[in-house]
């Protein structure tokens, strides 16, 4: 069975699974949303789906409960639990997993944190998805991961070793002189609970149509943490095969399970010519994203906007709309003829539809009738280049009077 999609019940396929044999479970169960959930790959030629539904919590907990109960069996002591859930049934799952496991062994809620678009109901807009960490002892397999201080983190806090004082206070380590003691080699902050993980957007070459696919690099961090090379890890419910090809990359053994024959022939294809997004958010970080000049968008203050990042056409579109299209803006830069910055728009406005955009002039380079002759644009001097040119023409009439 090892490195093997299985297809079939999980709560039967596993009891031919030996006992305290896996290191790591990750499941990602039926989240209880009443629901039937369907989508096509890209290329339209399939259609996966399953069924979320159930009459009531109790059916939904027994459901659970049995094949959690099965599981924690075929953990090894120092093996650990991860199950996926949302709103709809955290709270079925943590009681569940607080029954089966003890609630000594709850070790973390995490929270997959990501922006998504949507045309949200009346209330807030869902971004966030939780994962139980359970572990079947204290003596449980963990390998920290570091990530990078904080923008505001200060030079002592990096350099100076901490105590406590008498009062159990954290404090500065000093020596008898009262010198700061160094704190040795730091690698940066243990990994928190909050992971800001991107969702898989619908380009991403990894994504293959499966109804709540999950991005690999948030399997690869669950298997990182909590198991080493060649042990084994087994996805009870595995889908599209995520978790399984985020193992076979990061040398891993596995075993996945699932009902659906379309979603294990999905897997097997997927585990043999495994492809993965690489995500340059994380890689660069969001404000690496935060790539507008503060200055040329300063000059639309009083209007309502939302600034656009990436796009050398535009650099805002306002809340207002014309004719039913959106309305562009883009604010001449230093050194940038009137004439260029009007060609980059007028690009934007045809892959957009605009009908009718916005440039701001900032300099004296060009005189707008002269080379402004693009349907659409509508050329505005911003206010410090209409007062220069109020000033320069009282000079004028100084002059000649």
């Not at 369907?38 to 109790?58: A, H, P, Y």
């Not at 955290?90 to 045309?119: C, M, P, T």
């Amino acid at each position: 069975m090892i490195n093997k999609v299985i297809a079939g019940d999980c709560l039967e396929k596993m009891k031919l699974i030996e006992k305290s044999s896996v290191s790591l479970i990750y499941l990602d169960p039926p989240f209880f949303t009443k629901k039937k959930h369907v989508l096509s790959n890209k290329e339209r030629t399939k259609v996966f789906s399953f069924d979320d539904l159930w009459e009531n919590n109790k059916g939904y907990a027994e459901f659970l409960n049995a094949r959690i109960e099965v599981m924690r069996d075929l953990l090894k002591e120092d093996g650990s639990i991860f199950v996926h859930c949302d709103k709809s049934a955290q709270h079925i799952v943590r009681a569940i997993l607080d029954n089966v496991f003890g609630v000594e062994n709850f070790q973390s809620e995490i929270i997959w944190s990501y922006k998504r678009w949507s045309n949200s109901k009346k209330g807030l807009l869902p971004s966030h998805q939780n994962i139980y960490f359970y572990s079947k002892s204290k003596n449980f397999k963990f390998n920290t991961v570091y990530t990078a201080y904080s923008e505001t983190t200060n030079v002592d806090q990096i350099l100076q070793r901490r105590t406590r004082d008498k009062h159990n206070k954290s404090i500065y380590d000093t020596n008898e002189v009262g010198e700061a003691k160094y704190s040795g080699q730091k690698k940066g902050v243990p990994l928190n609970d909050v992971w800001d993980i991107p969702y898989l957007n619908p380009k991403a070459k990894e994504r293959v149509g499966y109804p709540t696919q999950k991005p690999l690099i948030l399997l690869e961090r669950i298997i990182q943490l909590t198991t080493n090379e060649n042990d084994l890890v087994l996805d009870p419910f595995c889908g599209s095969g995520t978790t399984c090809v985020a193992a076979k990359l990061l040398n891993r053994n596995f075993i996945g399970i699932d009902q659906s024959i379309e979603a294990v022939q999905l897997s097997q294809t997927r585990i043999a010519n495994p492809v993965k997004t690489e995500s340059n958010l994380l890689k660069k970080g969001r404000s690496s994203y935060v790539n507008k000049d503060k200055e040329a968008l300063s000059l639309l203050s009083g209007l309502e906007y939302n600034a656009v990042q990436r796009n050398k056409g535009i650099d805002a579109i306002l809340v207002n709309s014309f004719r039913d299209s959106p309305v562009l803006v883009r604010v001449q830069k230093p050194n940038e003829l009137l004439s260029e910055a009007a060609s980059l728009l007028a690009k934007a406005m045809e892959s957009k539809k605009s009908k009718k955009s916005i440039l701001i002039q900032t300099n004296h380079d060009e005189q707008p009738n002269e080379v402004i002759a693009l349907k659409g644009i509508v050329v505005l001097k911003s206010l410090p280049l209409q007062i220069e040119s109020s000033l320069g023409s009282e000079e004028y009439l100084k002059k000649v009077s």
